[in-house]
């Protein structure tokens, strides 16, 4: 699927395969040119877009930067895309509650501000409120709803867009660090990579917290990147049979740069509280304090009746990229000519990025690219079958034509053998890849269940050494000798 030697020539450079990089590979393999992406890590998608609480936004607050159009309009897209990519999607809606009768009276301002903007939305009352979501604080007014808040799987949807793109003659090339560029005259001429030097005219910056690196390599020094921690909590399934959109409290003072985090689901249902907004010591700074979990803990658990701190399973940290003066994506050319940024995408850049795939697309023709569309674009990829999403019958037929959907690898998650199979056939080859197409190991048991019999079956399936089976890539290697 992905390969690991450079080839000597592109049309088209991208840098950084999160979902950002993978959305843009795909969008350029509906033209008649010859892409390359180049990611450092051993797969796509383990940036930024991992870690990512995986909400399709339905707006956010900052209407006029290019984040709060494209949102609305990635939001608008979703059903297409991940009908295409054959990617979990599911709209839950957003409940933002009025717990007090301050809350309630800035709630009102807020109805007509966001009706004024287009946003669907509605009015629920107490009664209503309590019937739709029966956990909900008793203190619970009102709540504005809104219907097409969604969930996807961040790193689920790289892939998918890193398929298709591969599937429409895209090569993506792994384990690979653009270390410099060849500029003459201020224009493009070739990347320089740790495996040597490919030949381009034009590059995409696509480098998530690592974009400021790569605008320095090409000598391009004015913008600054702050760096936004945002941390989410995880909790048993039981939790999350209590609650069924997400929640947030109704903010007073909105922050200009944040949504403010909610109380989730993932996609598959698992329960999921946060982001918060801290700034991180520098684009490593991925740990997680106490301080920051009961930060989150105590500002959304009013918003239930029930709440036990032993739910939580897990926790972690993501960084997000901030150009700390626009607080906005830089999408657009540069001084350089051929070096096109498509960076410093914050959030919500997961529901964006079908949109600045195609406005990259659009910023690639007006600076004199030529696109000539291909005939025998596939639009559709199929993702790999599990059976968490089939009925009895369904399963019992799967079973019948392969019989290794009947042996439950992960039992928290319920993933087969055959999945686990199908990630390696599709290149999975450190144990994070099988777990991020998958979910085996993501249950509450986090693994310590099924780890062993998934290094067993990659072992079988690849003939790799044991010593050579890594959690994610070079240097995370799990035995010592095999
Ligand atoms: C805590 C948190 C929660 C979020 N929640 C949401 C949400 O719920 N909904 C939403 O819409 N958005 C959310 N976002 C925002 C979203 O995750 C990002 O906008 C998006 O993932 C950015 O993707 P990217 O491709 O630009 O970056 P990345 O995913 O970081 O991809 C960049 C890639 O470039 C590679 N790279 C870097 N340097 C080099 C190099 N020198 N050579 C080769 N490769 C290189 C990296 O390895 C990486 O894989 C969240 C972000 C955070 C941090």
Same mark, same amino acid.
């Given at each position: 699927?992905?390969?690991?030697?450079?080839?000597?020539?592109?049309?088209?450079?991208?840098?950084?395969?999160?979902?950002?990089?993978?959305?843009?590979?795909?969008?350029?393999?509906?033209?008649?040119?010859?892409?390359?992406?180049?990611?450092?890590?051993?797969?796509?998608?383990?940036?930024?877009?991992?870690?990512?609480? $995986?909400?399709?936004?339905?707006?956010?607050?900052?209407? +006029?930067? *290019?984040?709060? &159009?494209?949102? #609305? %309009?990635? !939001?608008?897209?979703?059903?297409?895309?991940?009908?295409?990519?054959?990617?979990?999607?599911?709209?839950?809606?957003?409940?933002?509650?009025?717990?007090?009768?301050?809350?309630?009276?800035?709630?009102?301002?807020?109805?007509?501000?966001?009706?004024?903007?287009?946003?669907?939305?509605?009015?629920?009352?107490?009664?209503?409120?309590?019937?739709?979501?029966?956990?909900?604080?008793?203190?619970?007014?009102?709540?504005?709803?809104?219907?097409?808040?969604?969930?996807?799987?961040?790193?689920?949807?790289?892939?998918?867009?890193?398929?298709?793109?591969?599937?429409?003659?895209?090569?993506?090339?792994?384990?690979?660090?653009?270390? $410099?560029?060849?500029?003459?005259?201020?224009?493009?001429? +070739?990347? *320089?990579?740790? &495996?040597?030097? #490919? %030949?381009? !005219?034009?590059?995409?910056?696509?480098?998530?917290?690592?974009?400021?690196?790569?605008?320095?390599?090409?000598?391009?020094?004015?913008?600054?990147?702050?760096?936004?921690?945002?941390?989410?909590?995880?909790?048993?399934?039981?939790?999350?049979?209590?609650?069924?959109?997400?929640?947030?409290?109704?903010?007073?003072?909105?922050?200009?740069?944040?949504?403010?985090?909610?109380?989730?689901?993932?996609?598959?249902?698992?329960?999921?509280?946060?982001?918060?907004?801290?700034?991180?010591?520098?684009?490593?700074?991925?740990?997680?304090?106490?301080?920051?979990?009961?930060?989150?803990?105590?500002?959304?658990?009013?918003?239930?009746?029930?709440?036990?701190?032993?739910?939580?399973?897990?926790?972690?940290?993501?960084?997000?990229?901030?150009?700390?003066?626009?607080?906005?994506?830089?999408?657009?050319?540069?001084?350089?000519?051929?070096?096109?940024?498509?960076?410093?995408?914050?959030?919500?850049?997961?529901?964006?990025?079908?949109?600045?795939?195609?406005?990259?697309?659009?910023?690639?023709?007006?600076?004199?690219?030529?696109?000539?569309?291909?005939?025998?674009?596939?639009?559709?990829?199929?993702?790999?079958?599990?059976?968490?999403?089939?009925?009895?019958?369904?399963?019992?037929?799967?079973?019948?034509?392969?019989?290794?959907?009947?042996?439950?690898?992960?039992?928290?998650?319920?993933?087969?053998?055959?999945?686990?199979?199908?990630?390696?056939?599709?290149?999975?080859?450190?144990?994070?890849?099988?777990?991020?197409?998958?979910?085996?190991?993501?249950?509450?048991?986090?693994?310590?269940?099924?780890?062993?019999?998934?290094?067993?079956?990659?072992?079988?399936?690849?003939?790799?050494?044991?010593?050579?089976?890594?959690?994610?890539?070079?240097?995370?290697?799990?035995?010592?000798?095999?």
């Amino acid at each position: 699927m992905f390969i690991d030697k450079l080839p000597e020539k592109a049309d088209v450079v991208i840098i950084g395969c999160g979902v950002i990089g993978c959305a843009i590979a795909r969008e350029l393999s509906k033209y008649k040119l010859n892409i390359v992406a180049i990611e450092k890590e051993a797969d796509v998608g383990w940036g930024v877009t991992k870690g990512n609480m $995986g909400v399709v936004h339905p707006f956010v607050p900052q209407f +006029g930067k *290019i984040k709060g &159009k494209m949102v #609305i %309009e990635g !939001n608008r897209k979703f059903d297409e895309i991940s009908h295409e990519l054959d990617v979990p999607f599911r709209r839950y809606g957003l409940l933002i509650v009025a717990l007090t009768f301050i809350q309630l009276l800035a709630m009102i301002v807020a109805y007509f501000y966001l009706k004024l903007k287009g946003i669907t939305l509605r009015w629920v009352w107490r009664r209503k409120l309590r019937e739709i979501e029966p956990y909900i604080s008793r203190k619970a007014k009102a709540a504005l709803f809104v219907p097409t808040a969604g969930a996807t799987d961040p790193v689920k949807l790289a892939i998918a867009y890193a398929e298709s793109a591969v599937e429409n003659g895209v090569k993506i090339v792994t384990n690979t660090r653009v270390v $410099g560029f060849d500029i003459v005259d201020k224009s493009i001429k +070739g990347v *320089i990579t740790d &495996k040597g030097r #490919i %030949e381009t !005219n034009w590059v995409i910056n696509a480098a998530g917290v690592f974009s400021d690196e790569i605008e320095k390599l090409a000598g391009i020094t004015k913008r600054k990147m702050w760096h936004g921690k945002g941390v989410m909590v995880i909790f048993d399934p039981i939790l999350g049979d209590m609650y069924h959109h997400f929640i947030a409290p109704m903010p007073i003072k909105l922050d200009p740069r944040t949504k403010g985090g909610a109380i989730g689901l993932t996609v598959d249902g698992i329960p999921i509280w946060g982001p918060n907004l801290i700034e991180a010591k520098d684009k490593f700074d991925t740990r997680v304090s106490r301080e920051d979990i009961e930060l989150i803990i105590r500002k959304f658990k009013p918003l239930l009746r029930i709440f036990h701190d032993n739910w939580i399973i897990k926790y972690y940290a993501g960084i997000r990229p901030v150009d700390e003066t626009s607080w906005d994506f830089v999408i657009g050319p540069t001084e350089i000519r051929g070096f096109i940024n498509a960076s410093y995408i914050l959030s919500p850049g997961l529901t964006a990025s079908q949109v600045i795939a195609e406005k990259v697309i659009e910023v690639l023709e007006s600076e004199g690219l030529r696109l000539k569309a291909k005939e025998n674009f596939n639009p559709y990829r199929k993702g790999i079958r599990s059976i968490r999403e089939l009925d009895i019958n369904e399963i019992d037929k799967l079973i019948h034509e392969n019989n290794d959907y009947g042996e439950i690898i992960c039992p928290c998650n319920k993933v087969t053998k055959a999945e686990i199979i199908e990630a390696i056939r599709r290149g999975a080859r450190t144990i994070d890849s099988i777990k991020f197409r998958t979910g085996a190991g993501m249950g509450p048991c986090q693994g310590s269940r099924c780890l062993a019999r998934i290094i067993e079956i990659l072992v079988q399936e690849t003939g790799m050494k044991l010593s050579k089976v890594s959690m994610k890539g070079g240097g995370s290697e799990i035995f010592l000798e095999g």
